[in-house]
């Protein structure tokens, strides 16, 4: 590694709600720094929400994330001649990334209506233990349930 490594940067909450996990999803919802758009998004989404269930999104915002984030995962190593799928324990701030990745990538897999409204749905339906999203958290912990054979070579 060159150099030192660079600062943690302290996340304030959102201008709405105040939570630092709300923000944190804002920013990686944002493209091209484009935030007050990104702002609008998530927004609108949780306003949707709101309707839908009459509780406080941000509620059903941490159940969805809780049944998308990975407990495992499993990363290439090459040990010898051969390389293996080793599964890893996924640390909490990766966990909170990915489940955060797996959400939108699934509303954007959604087609026909606005981003807004995906991924209002991906999120209800995340909450409710189904969707894209819990489809990929499931199938990174099966294959890291298939190769726990080599979970010895994790060090």
Known sequence: MR?????????EGDV???DIHVAKF????????KKTIAEGIVYDAFEIIKKETKQDPRHIFNKALKKVAPIMEI???RVGGGNYQVPFQVRGERR?????????????????????ERLAREIL???QDEGAAVKKREDVHRMAEANKAFAHYAR
Request: proline share 4%.
């Open 96 to 116: 909170f990334g990915l489940g955060c990745k797996w959400l939108i990538d699934a509303a954007k897999a959604r087609k026909g209506k606005p981003m807004f």
């Open 75 to 77: 990363r290439g190593k």
């Open 3 to 11: 150099g030192k490594q660079a600062p943690k940067r302290i996340i």
């Open 125 to 127: 339906d995340a909450s």
């Open 16 to 18: 709405k709600y105040g």
């Open 26 to 33: 804002i920013n990686y919802i944002m493209q091209s720094g």
